[in-house]
């Protein structure tokens, strides 16, 4: 949350010249309603099961850049699918960073359950240990998104060349055997 999936996953989408989609959005549309609707009628287990669905089914179509909220990932069916069917990025984001940039708009229900700064510091607690599970893993810059965005095109580069010496370069799209890219806070 705050960690600026959507923003750098958009530039990062055209970097490699993929589509670029965010499961949040997906979510709102099969629901046909808004997360936080879809918090307050439902409950968050209810949220969290059809985030699952739709994340494995974007995981089932071509190559994308695909962003996920903060909570997918803490889901082991979740995490297994990603790192069977794509590379996993985690933007890390400081306390301070993250509350910083959360506290610039309303729609975020986690934090409406209590003082924002104290749950975001109990997320980054619960989760941090499971994020650091990722492929690759890059610092959010708190400055313009296209540091950020030089930061994961780099590690991604660096981490598919590794994988795939032969022939995947600086300017390639990601192969095809890696069916998306998740970037996750």
């Not at 996993?88 to 700064?117: A, C, E, Q």
């Amino acid at each position: 949350m705050g960690v600026g999936k959507t923003c750098i996953g958009r530039r990062l989408a055209t970097r490699f010249g993929l589509p670029f989609v965010d499961a949040d959005a997906e979510i709102e549309a099969a629901a046909g309603c808004s997360i936080e609707e879809i918090f307050q009628c439902h409950g968050e287990a209810a949220f969290r099961d059809g985030e699952h669905r739709v994340i494995l089914r974007l995981l089932g179509e071509p190559t994308k850049v695909l962003s996920t909220g903060g909570g997918a990932f803490m889901n082991p069916l979740t995490r297994q699918a990603v790192r069977e069917r794509g590379i996993s990025v985690w933007l890390r984001g400081d306390l301070d960073l993250l509350h910083k940039r959360t506290s610039r708009r309303n729609n975020r229900p986690l934090l409406k359950r209590g003082n924002p700064r104290e749950i975001l510091g109990r997320l980054i607690e619960e989760r941090y240990p499971v994020y650091a599970e990722a492929d690759v893993t890059v610092d959010s810059a708190d400055g313009p998104p296209d540091i950020t965005v030089d930061n994961v095109h780099r590690a991604l580069t660096d981490w598919i060349a590794a994988r795939w010496p032969d022939g995947v370069g600086v300017d390639a799209a990601v192969p095809a055997e890696a069916a998306s890219l998740e970037t996750h806070p």
